[in-house]
């Protein structure tokens, strides 16, 4: 198993409560798996989030549940950061190292998006299946998803 050699604190840089992990759970929103593939790490909108490990930007885009997206390719390893600022810091082709800050978290409100089927109680649409503002970390080998958790 590999390793990324760092720990929760520094994908952060401070926020590390876990308030939904991988696995079953119970849907915190409508829209939102009852199977987890990730961890959720609330943080307020614009905190900064870093590369996980050296690799390439392969996706950056709103994705369904995930809203704004952004996901970092390495090996058979893809590792995606949801509910993102739509004002992205990197683009898809882009080499990037570890530790190098590539996104921040998102606002809760996105407005605009064609195709957005995600909206709060009052109807406000949300950026993807969120109830506020936080990263989702999910991790794929072999496009299988794995517990983030087991890597750190």
Do not use: W
Request: aromatic content about 12%; glycine content about 14%; charged content about 15%.
């Amino acid at each position: 198993m590999i390793l990324i050699q760092m720990d929760l604190f520094g994908l952060f840089l401070g926020y590390t409560r876990i308030s939904s992990y991988f696995g079953k759970r119970v849907s915190p929103t409508s829209g939102a798996s009852s199977s987890h593939s990730g961890i959720d790490i609330p943080a307020p909108e614009g905190t900064k989030f870093i590369a996980v490990a050296d690799g390439e930007i392969t996706f950056t885009q709103f994705l369904g549940a995930g809203g704004y997206t952004i996901t970092l390719s390495f090996g058979n390893f893809r590792v995606t950061y949801c509910h993102c600022s739509p004002n992205y810091i990197v683009k898809v082709g882009d080499t990037v190292k570890q530790g190098q800050v590539i996104g921040t978290v998102g606002p809760k409100y996105v407005y605009g998006v064609n195709g957005n089927q995600y909206s709060d109680s009052s109807g406000r649409p949300t950026n993807g299946a969120t109830t506020g503002c936080h990263l989702h970390l999910g991790i794929r080998i072999d496009g299988k998803y794995q517990n983030p958790l087991d890597f750190f």
